[in-house]
């Protein structure tokens, strides 16, 4: 595998510079498995990035739940369920 450097909020570099080595192992893979779809995608950005939002409301994510995780997340830093 390479390294790439990806820009992102303070507080996201933060939390990931403090997640345990397991959380961020799985935070990368998680990444990786997302990058390669949209990058290996024959189809325009917008496209890749529809059918992915349609799959997760398939398998049950809803905006509300999406909320949810994000606010449980935020609220809860030391949590490190992934």
């Known amino acids: ?19 345990p080595e397991e959380t961020r192992r799985k935070i990368q893979l998680l990444l990786n498995l997302w990058l390669r779809e949209v990058m290996m995608a024959r189809e325009p950005l917008p496209m890749v990035m529809d059918r992915i939002a349609q799959r997760a409301r398939e398998r049950g994510l809803t905006a509300e739940r999406l909320q949810r995780l994000l606010n449980d997340d935020a609220d809860e830093p030391s949590r490190g369920r992934f």
């Open 1 to 19: 595998m390479n390294t790439i450097v990806i820009r992102v909020a303070e507080p996201v570099a933060q939390r990931y510079a403090q997640a």
